[in-house]
């Protein structure tokens, strides 16, 4: 059995407020630029603050300074802001003490990365880690799923993926045929999804926990 996890908010926290949206009003930018930003910073290979600013200003038709000024800024926050999730340790220590199979596939920019490597080294640097920057894609793109599928030789039925977002990670992971752990750390935003689940017309993960830290190995062992 393989594992695939999410990092951000299912292992790693951060500020409410994500980097795109920080970087729009930083640069003083409409609503209509958004989708746009989002797109380069998590799906755009680059690897320091420099290149980031060039694609931006390229791709946005931004003033060089300001936005150089605004992506350092926003960067260098983000790696201080990066937290591991209480449980979270302890859970990603358990598993790889276990020897359980795990990989990471998750939507990311590079900064926070960073601090994903910072509190579980092993992790990036040792296991399967699948990041929307460096593919070019972004779950819940099928192929996302798919393609770290293929690359580790794995059916989806013998897949589980643990993440915290419905839309993102538990959906298409059901729609292959991948096992799934819901962890409903952030309710407020999973409202819609959780009554579309209890209602029936939407499709039940295998196993809903609270946590990262209450996940347990025989969890995955009853999937």
């Excluded at 790693?12 to 920080?22: E, N, V």
């Excluded at 276990?98 to 092993?122: H, K």
């Excluded at 996940?215 to 995955?220: I, K, P, Q, R, S």
Aim: hydrophobic residues 45%; negative net charge.
């Amino acid at each position: 059995m393989m594992v695939f996890l999410d990092i951000g908010s299912t292992l790693l926290g951060g500020p409410a407020q994500g980097p795109a949206q920080r970087l729009r009003e930083m640069l003083a930018l409409g609503a209509e630029h958004l989708p746009a930003i989002t797109k380069t910073l998590f799906t755009t290979p680059y690897t320091t603050p420099e290149e980031l600013a060039e694609i931006l200003t390229e791709r946005l038709h931004l003033a060089p300074p300001a936005t150089l000024e605004a992506v350092g800024q926003i960067w260098h926050n983000q790696l201080a802001e990066a937290y591991a999730i209480p449980g979270s340790q302890a859970t990603v220590a358990a598993l790889r003490n276990a020897n359980v199979s795990c990989a990471y596939l998750s939507n990311i920019w590079p900064p926070f990365f960073e601090g994903f490597a910072r509190y579980f080294p092993t992790e990036a640097h040792m296991s399967p880690c699948y990041l929307s920057y460096r593919i070019g894609l972004t779950k819940p793109d099928p192929l996302f799923f798919r393609t770290a599928l293929t690359e580790l030789g794995v059916s989806p039925q013998d897949a589980i993926m643990i993440g915290d977002t419905y839309q993102d990670d538990i959906a298409p992971a059901i729609a292959l045929g991948m096992k799934t752990v819901w962890v409903l750390a952030r309710p407020e935003k999973e409202r819609k999804d959780i009554v579309r689940v209890l209602n029936n017309t939407a499709s039940a993960p295998s196993l809903t926990i609270a946590s990262i830290g209450d996940l347990t190995l025989d969890h995955l062992s009853a999937r």
